[in-house]
């Protein structure tokens, strides 16, 4: 079996776990309720406010771009720390809810808010970096940005399982990344190409509703919602796939726990060089 077999085989063992622990799915929706209910309370007043100086107010736009950013990280940070703590509850074969979710985020709250600050600025200086850089120089903060999703891969899990600070949290990732000899990247690419898959459906779904809806709106209506409504349920089931997998992944390359996969599969994830 090859890497992109074995990865593949590892995220249908994630869905099967998604499939026996449905709750795991909540944590996804109401990170997307409570990012909607945030950006609303900082965007709307804010931009209402700052443009109504009627001056360039550069500054103030920043400074809310800046804390949407910060609101977004923390609230999908917090939500997937609970998620991979009830992963991991359940690998155990410890009873799962959303309270001990939420009580095990709770407990890492003030390492997931530094964290948000400090992927905010990291954020924040590539896309400045991108904006003021020139062909050959976007390549460059490209390669920085995805250098740097790389390193964060496994910051989810330390946060979760262990009780160290960001900085530590990045350095173990990091650390992970290299045990892990990139398997947990292939399996992601493996989610990115089966959403990918699943997506075109839903796209061409979304393009025959515009297409009827002029000759049959009822119809393209319902279309529409149909779409709409596979394309939500296609997010929250990918993102609780990838936090399932990074926590099975990240237990076994940190501590050689085995647990919610078989181990053949997961020692054939981890040959050394």
């Not at 001056?55 to 910060?70: T, W």
Request: hydrophobic share 60%; with cysteine.
């Amino acid at each position: 079996m090859n890497r992109f077999q074995r990865s593949f085989a590892l995220l249908s063992e994630s869905l099967a776990v998604v499939r026996a622990d449905r709750s795991l799915l909540l944590f996804p929706v109401l990170s997307a309720v409570f990012t909607v209910l945030a950006m609303i309370i900082i965007l709307v007043p804010g931009f209402a406010f700052v443009a109504g100086g009627g001056e360039s107010r550069s500054l103030p736009f920043l400074v809310l771009s800046l804390l949407a950013g910060y609101a977004a990280t923390v609230i999908a940070t917090y939500f997937n720390v609970a998620l991979v703590s009830c992963a991991a509850q359940y690998f155990h074969g410890e009873q799962t809810s959303i309270n001990t979710g939420l009580g095990a985020a709770n407990r890492r709250l003030g390492a997931i808010l530094v964290w948000g600050l400090i992927a905010t600025v990291v954020g924040a200086i590539l896309r400045a970096l991108e904006e003021r850089a020139g062909f050959l120089g976007s390549i460059v903060v490209g390669l920085l940005g995805a250098g740097w999703t790389v390193a964060t891969y496994f910051v989810i899990p330390v946060l979760a399982f262990e009780q160290v600070g960001p900085g530590d949290a990045l350095r173990r990732s990091v650390a992970t990344v290299r045990r892990s000899w990139g398997e947990s990247l292939i399996g992601n690419v493996g989610l990115g190409i089966a959403t990918f898959v699943l997506m075109i459906p839903v796209f061409f779904t979304g393009l025959a509703a515009f297409a009827v809806m002029n000759t049959v709106p009822a119809f393209g209506v319902l279309l529409l919602v149909v779409a709409g409504a596979a394309m939500i349920a296609l997010v929250v089931v990918t993102s609780a796939l990838s936090q399932v997998y990074k926590t099975a992944v990240y237990l076994f390359a940190a501590n050689g726990e085995v647990v919610g996969f078989s181990r053949d599969l997961l020692d054939g994830a981890f040959r050394s060089k």
